[in-house]
């Protein structure tokens, strides 16, 4: 007998990627699986499934299945179930239980303001099975809720669904989430959307074309002060195998608070995994700083600032002329 299995859990919980994995292991077995996702809205969106770690899967929508012949098909796979209306639920349902298909749907349980969407309501309702993705807020907790952030905080009240908006969303505990505490700091791998970081990088490095040359291919990494930027970092492998770390800037309001520091340990623990040691290029002003943190001095790049930036760079009324390289072993 075919089952029909709702699968939840918070932003961010892996459930596209597990979705994927299930369609993969079923066509591994040499059996078809079938990527399907509600329609959001009446235009025709993007056939494609895709999660946040990069995965990615064509799909087709829901709206399509009475035009799809289900007897080629092993299972269904459903991503933002959440999405789903009643009436959909019910047709899985009816293919679950008249053509013993199974039907695996993957979604949130509750909207950013507590609220069960419609999809998942009927899905608790019905399911043969409801299972839980686990993730975890900040503090440690399990994070059941999805915070609706925009402008670093947390919006309690709008429309269930905005399509195309500046909001984010992030996992929280329920006490956080009815708090509106995001984390306190934290340390944040950014993917997508490196442009949004161009002007805070340009504080400290005041070259958008040398930001260009290694922005894209390198790791950008922003620290948020309460769900707000208040600094980032970038790091990039070298040719001879080492980590460098090509930009690291701090807001100017939150300077003076350590925070510089505290992305330089980080990225120093992150490169301890791929490299033995991780080098700076910076300026005189700047030595004593990573001196503290226990770099040393490597090399020197004669001329660099004078040869690679258009305008001189004037630090402590004296414009720049050589790159100090320090390292340090990771
Ligand atoms: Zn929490």
Redesign the pocket.
Known sequence: MAKLYFRYGAMGSSKTANAIMVQYNYQERGQNALMLKPRLDNRDGERVVGSRSGLSAPCRFVEELEGIDLKAYDCLIVDEAQFLTKAQVKQLVDIVDDMDIPVICYGLRADFMGNLFEGSHWLMAWADSIEEIKT??????K?IMNARVADGKVVKAGEQIVLGGNESYVA??????ARG?LAPLEIRRIAAGKEAYLPLLLEADPSEAMIAGYLEDGELYALLSNGKIAGAAVIVLREDGAMELKNLAVRREYRGRGYGEMLVRHMTKLCATRSDALYVGTSPANVGFYEKLGFERAYVEKGFFTENYPEPIIEDGKPLTDMIYLMRRV
Do not use: I, N, P
Not at 136 to 141: A, M, Q
Not at 172 to 177: D, P, Y
């Open positions: 975890v807020c900040w503090c440690g907790r994070a929280l505990c329920r006490k956080h989430w505490e």
